[in-house]
């Protein structure tokens, strides 16, 4: 059923005994005309936009595990579109277009709060390269403030400005950015491709690929064969692995995040504030908790579970920007694996087999991209052509040499 | 995790780097480094990875004695098989 105020008064008159599943758990079909592998927040956002907007509904989404519990899960679910690069600014600011839409779209409430994303600077370098950044914002009309020393004081009165090593000179704000609420994209998204008639195939791993005269026409599961006019693969850190099964090796490597998030405490962080002398963000959620989290693991992973030298990196940039978090005491930690490109960017793209499409290398940005991507690659598999906000993010950059490096740090995916 | 170097036998995390996959040598080319092969054979070593779930050797950089070493780690649990130091051949 439908979500609306009528809905929650009579919901509350009755009992909440009216409220039904938010998709069926269906079984596999012999066949689709698209199935998409993985079902975290890209697969699903995929196959709603295939069926909203590409009018395409048979559509298979097979995800080896539950809905949810992927890194779509276990993100720190920051929203934004403050990038530098021309290939990046239009894709992330299209993203944050349907962001702010999304809830009327798939009429589910994902808690998109655009609470702002403030970067701090420490140095006179720093400013001029997030004057940079800022300006490359505006002229793709995006929004972009830089605030001096006393206007972030005013919003987040608690840093430790006058850090001997780190002070705080200012700041990059980014009104527009923000939070959503993880698994709520990925249960909206998935009741929404649901009532369009997309089929959510959970505990159905994909083990194989299968083929006919070189081309990929389907693919073996652990619930059997399953034939597929296209198959777009959207498995985030099992991309190098699922890859393997078509013979191709990407340019990706499979990193464990941590995330940690506090004990709940009254209201005091408002936006999301990132420490521009190391790697540290946090925000607080609607629950109370603090969330926050660092670098990478430095070496490859599978664990979904990290390692204790980051979390003190991480302890310890949050004690340099944050002094008062010395009091708090950690509830959780956890993990994700990464699909770290080498450039640190993504990927939408034909592959160099006949019949698969890849959508990967979000490194640890791609929660808010997941809107856009979806969109991107449902037009993909759709049209057979490169969405326009996406067009930079082919398979073969590498080799052109074309590569979108945000950082500037090269073929280093820990540093991305 | 700690790792035993040949040198200096077993030591905390903290004294490594780690730099990569080790398992794709430097191409040995002579002559046209701009044709199609030798591009297609710098690309496939610089960018492409095998990144697998399970034994993988990848360079790892031992501060204190200055060596590079190539070490065997499984990637689920990051269990060390073997480390040696990287030869001629192998080197990044
Ligand atoms: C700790 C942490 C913090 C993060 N913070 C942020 C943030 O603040 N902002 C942001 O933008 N991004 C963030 N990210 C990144 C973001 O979560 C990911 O980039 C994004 O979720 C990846 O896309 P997805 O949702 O489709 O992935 P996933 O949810 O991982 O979906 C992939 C799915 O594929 C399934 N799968 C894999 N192999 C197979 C197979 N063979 N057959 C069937 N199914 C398969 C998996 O089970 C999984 O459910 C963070 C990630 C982590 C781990
Ligand atoms: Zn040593």
Redesign the pocket.
């Given at each position: 059923m439908g979500f609306s105020g009528f809905a929650l008064l009579k919901e509350a008159l009755n009992g909440q005994r009216g409220w039904t599943e938010h998709w069926r758990k269906a079984a596999p079909k012999p066949a689709y005309d698209v199935v998409i592998?993985?079902?975290?927040?890209?697969?699903?956002a995929t196959a709603h936009y295939l069926a909203s907007r590409y009018g395409i509904t048979n559509v298979a989404v097979?995800?080896?595990?539950?809905?949810?519990?992927?890194?779509?899960?276990?993100?720190?679910?920051?929203?934004?579109s403050n990038y530098l690069l021309d290939g990046n600014i239009p894709f992330y600011e299209l993203s944050m277009k349907l962001w702010e839409g999304l809830e009327q779209d798939i009429n589910f409430n994902a808690m998109v709060s655009q609470r702002s994303v403030l970067n701090l600077y420490h140095s006179d370098g720093q400013r001029d390269a997030y004057a940079r950044r800022g300006n490359a914002m505006a002229l793709h009309g995006v929004d972009a403030e830089m605030l001096d020393r006393e206007a972030v004081r005013a919003r987040v009165p608690y840093l430790d400005f006058d850090n001997a090593r780190f002070p705080v000179k200012g700041g990059l704000l980014h009104r527009r950015g923000g939070?959503a609420r993880?698994d709520g994209v990925?249960w909206g998204y998935a009741r929404a491709a649901d009532r369009r008639g997309v089929d959510i195939v959970e505990n159905?791993?994909?083990?194989g690929f299968l083929r006919e005269g070189g081309a990929v026409v389907g693919v073996e599961?652990t619930r059997g064969t399953i034939r597929a006019r296209t198959v777009g693969m959207?498995?985030?850190?099992?991309s190098s692995?699922?890859a393997a099964k078509a013979d191709l090796r990407l340019p990706m490597e499979s990193h464990?995040?941590?995330?940690f998030v506090s004990e709940g405490i009254k209201p005091l962080v408002d936006g999301v504030v990132t420490f521009g002398a190391g790697h540290f963000?946090i925000s607080q959620s609607d629950k109370g908790g603090l969330v926050f989290?660092g670098d990478l693991d430095p070496f490859p992973s599978y664990a979904q579970r990290g390692g204790l030298p980051v979390f003190e990196d991480v302890a310890e940039c949050a004690l340099a920007m944050m002094p008062m978090l010395s009091r708090l005491r950690i509830l959780r930690s956890?993990?994700?694996?990464?699909?770290m490109s080498l450039d640190g960017s993504p990927i939408i793209d034909h592959t160099p087999v006949e019949g698969l499409k890849i959508?990967s290398g979000?490194?640890?940005?791609?929660?808010?991209?997941?809107p856009a991507?979806g969109l991107c690659f449902a037009h993909l598999l759709a049209t057979g052509e490169l969405h326009s906000a996406a067009s930079a993010y082919r398979l073969d950059r590498f080799a052109r040499g074309a590569l979108i490096d945000e950082k500037g740090v090269g073929p280093t995916p820990n540093l991305h | 995790m700690r790792i035993t170097c040949p040198t200096c036998g077993s030591r905390d995390l903290h004294e490594f780097h780690v730099l990569g996959e080790a398992e794709q040598a430097r191409p040995r080319l002579s002559g046209d480094f701009d044709s199609a092969a030798a591009r297609a054979a710098f690309t496939d070593y610089v960018y492409a990875r095998r990144n697998p779930a399970g034994p993988h050797d990848e360079y790892w950089y031992h501060g204190p004695c200055d060596t590079w070493l190539v070490v065997r780690r499984d990637t689920r649990s990051h269990e060390v098989h073997d480390v040696r130091a990287a030869r001629g051949g192998d080197r990044p």
């Open positions: 592998v993985g079902g975290g927040g890209h697969g699903l097979l995800e080896k595990g539950w809905i949810g519990g992927g890194n779509a899960g276990r993100n720190t679910t920051i929203i934004r939070t993880h990925v159905c791993e994909v083990t599961t959207a498995v985030a850190g099992s692995l699922l464990v995040l941590q995330a963000y989290g956890w993990g994700g694996i990464m699909d959508n979000w490194c640890y940005g791609g929660f808010k991209a997941t991507s | -």
